[in-house]
């Protein structure tokens, strides 16, 4: 596609419950990466992708949180047994290689 | 791990007025990548730049990487309403493993 698309923009769910959030990469882009940010915080990093296979998965919080690519393309974090902490906007980007970073518009998680 | 520090963390300026933001690092990086943000949407690539040295300008931003590898600044001139946001540098560390690493932003604010 034109841009990096993520999917579902909002998201709200209650504490204890599963969510996935999707993300497209630009089509040829072979690194995927997902960032959170919180509330008026800055960017943090979560875990990035080459092809299918991550080799920095050091940002993730807590065994709660994975992330899986395949087919060199599309991406799902999954966050089980979700807590109130969890809610902010996580963001995804691609980029050829390790390169500049495209982003996406992101996935607003509120955690009620 | 590397870290970059940013500052100011906010400014206020008077449209018209030319505006300086800057990154350092205890450690090298090998990239400087300059981002701008606006509410509700994922970052947007300003400036990339990949050697030392370089002085990199699109419109009336000009960005540096610095010669010493560990910090980089970004320069807005005749500033306009439009240029309020959020502006984060980024780089790649010298560990190369892919992670692109943020600063915590810059809130800039335009009086007209």
């Known amino acids: 596609g034109a841009g990096v698309s993520q999917s579902p923009s909002n998201k709200v769910t209650e504490k204890g419950k599963d969510v996935e959030l999707r993300c497209d990469p630009i089509s040829g882009h072979t690194a995927l990466y997902w960032y959170r940010q919180s509330l008026g915080q800055g960017l943090e990093f979560l875990i990035y992708f080459q092809g299918n296979s991550a080799p920095d998965k050091s940002g993730l919080p807590s065994d709660r949180f994975s992330a899986e690519r395949t087919g060199g393309s599309v991406s799902t974090l999954t966050i089980q047994r979700t807590q109130q902490e969890d809610s902010a906007v996580y963001l995804c980007?691609?980029?050829?290689?390790?390169?500049?970073?495209?982003f996406g518009e992101g996935s607003r998680l509120t955690v009620l | 791990g590397q870290q970059l520090n940013q500052s100011p963390q906010s400014m206020f300026i008077q449209e018209g007025e030319d505006v300086s933001m800057n990154c350092t690092s205890s450690?090298?990086?090998?990239?400087w990548l300059w981002y701008k943000q606006d509410p509700g949407e994922g970052p947007v690539l300003l400036i990339a730049?990949?050697?030392?040295?370089e002085l990199t300008s699109n419109g009336r931003l000009t960005a540096q990487f610095g010669i010493t590898r560990k910090d980089s600044f970004l320069n807005i001139s005749a500033s306009i309403p439009s240029d309020v946001g959020i502006y984060f540098c980024a780089g790649h560390g010298s560990s190369n493993t892919g992670k692109l690493i943020f600063g915590q932003g810059t809130t800039l604010q335009v009086k007209p």
């Open positions: 980007a691609s980029s050829i290689y390790t390169g500049e970073l495209f």
């Open positions: 730049l990949y050697k030392a040295g």
């Open positions: 450690s090298i990086f090998n990239t």
